[in-house]
């Protein structure tokens, strides 16, 4: 304000100046504070409402884990009960050939038996019609003491013989009896456990049934198509990683060296969701719901065998190899769609190397043949073969399921060349 001015002010004029103008600060000052006070409010529920859905996320997230873990823990469960059950019916199978075995022998035993009871018969029948003194008189009629004498060895001899092969006939019957007996009551208990079995197979089913439809629920609720499709990545990797460390393992072991013959005479591409012309190329190799079919795979090194391979279930194709999976990944197998529990088959002899769980892949089989070739069946129930077992073309080496959370019964089924995956469809008749 002009100094010139202020002289001509009277006092109480510049004091109600002055006045104003501190009222005015204060004002401000306290609006500025409200605001403050304000957006302060405003933050801090703002971070409340964030802590309260991150911790609710947490908990889902591990009510998911937690459930996720016991659909594993139960599938494994399944699987060990599947297998019992394998094993319960083998035995079955082997109780009843040893059953129909010795009713066969039984059989053999009562005609042998009913023979000698015949000749027993008719050696009776002529005693009794030549009369009750015949042999009395038989030996009245030897005048020769020596021929007496035989006569008498003769009729001790034979008598003794026909006791002793009658007691023997008996005492074999009896045992078979016995044995009879024994083996019914075995098949019994089989079939008593089969039923317990099938039971407890039929709850764990029930309660793995409910607790996919739980999580599936969750899942819809707290992951994205970014989280699953790492899980997928990571899935394959892990696999990749188990198939490179076997062969190699077994490589070192074996120190093979394929040979000119043992290469494929082409090499096969690896499908990329990025190349429309390699997928277009392998869905036209196999149709999908076409009906595969077991049949009997001939002899020979794996690497001839392309085009002859039997299929390893009964069942209709899902998904075919090269088919896009997602926005980023194909199917690097096939997937073949079989009711739970039907028998899967080997493609052709070999060794197994991998006989276990494998988040992603379940009940995962893995099975080395020649020539730098594999194949591997996953989803399955159970596995019935052991690392390290031999196997034989067409032999039964697991059961179809839908382990790891698959969403039906089906068979992953992948060939692999030298770590590198193959078009089962090719190699298949």
Do not use: C
Not at 146 to 151: E, G, K, V, Y
Request: hydrophobic share 35%; no cysteine; aromatic share 6%.
């Amino acid at each position: 304000m002009n100094p010139t001015l202020m002289k001509h002010l009277s006092t109480a004029t510049r004091h109600l100046i002055n006045v104003s103008l501190v009222s005015l600060t204060m004002t401000y000052s306290a609006f500025a504070s409200h605001s403050v006070n304000a957006e302060t409010q405003d933050q801090q529920r703002l971070n409340n409402e964030i802590t309260r859905l991150s911790d609710q996320l947490a908990d889902q997230q591990k009510q998911s884990e937690a459930i996720n873990s016991e659909v594993t823990r139960l599938e494994k469960r399944v699987g060990e009960i599947d297998k019992k059950q394998n094993a319960t019916e083998n035995q079955l199978e082997a109780s009843v050939k040893k059953l129909a075995d010795a009713k066969k022998q039984r059989d053999d035993l009562e005609q042998e038996l009913a023979k000698q009871r015949s000749a027993l018969a008719q050696q009776l029948q002529a005693m009794y019609t030549a009369g009750e003194q015949s042999h009395l008189r038989l030996l009245l009629k030897q005048d020769n003491p020596a021929d007496l004498s035989r006569t008498l060895h003769y009729f001790e001899h034979l008598n003794k013989y026909r006791s002793e092969k009658i007691q023997d006939v008996d005492k074999t019957l009896l045992k078979l009896t016995r044995l009879t007996e024994s083996i019914e009551q075995d098949q019994l208990e089989f079939r008593s456990l089969q039923t317990a079995l099938e039971q407890q197979k039929k709850e764990l089913q029930q309660n793995l049934q409910a607790r996919e439809v739980a999580l599936n629920s969750m899942n819809r609720d707290i992951k994205t198509r970014q989280t699953q499709l790492d899980k997928l990545r990571r899935e394959e990797a892990a696999l990749d990683t188990t198939v490179d460390t076997l062969a190699t393992n077994s490589l070192a072991t074996t120190n093979e060296t394929p040979s000119v013959t043992d290469v494929p005479t082409s090499t096969e591409e690896v499908p990329s969701a990025d190349d429309p012309l390699v997928v277009a190329r392998n869905q036209r190799s196999i149709a999908r719901g076409r009906y595969l079919q077991p049949s009997e795979t001939p002899t020979g090194r794996f690497a001839n065998l392309r085009g002859k391979l039997s299929a390893p279930v009964k069942g209709r194709v899902l998904y075919n190899y090269g088919a896009r999976r997602n926005e980023k990944q194909v199917w690097r197998g096939l997937v073949i769609a079989a009711p739970g529990g039907s028998k899967v088959q080997a493609v052709a002899a070999g060794k197994v190397l991998y006989a276990g769980w494998m988040d992603g892949y379940g009940q995962l089989i893995i099975i080395e043949h020649d020539s730098n070739h594999m194949s591997l069946y996953g989803y399955n129930r159970a596995v019935y073969k052991r690392v390290g077992d031999y196997v034989k073309a067409n032999e039964v080496i697991a059961s179809v399921g839908n382990s790891s959370g698959q969403s039906q019964d089906a068979l992953y089924f992948e060939i692999r060349y030298k770590k590198a995956t193959q078009n089962p469809a090719r190699w298949l008749r």
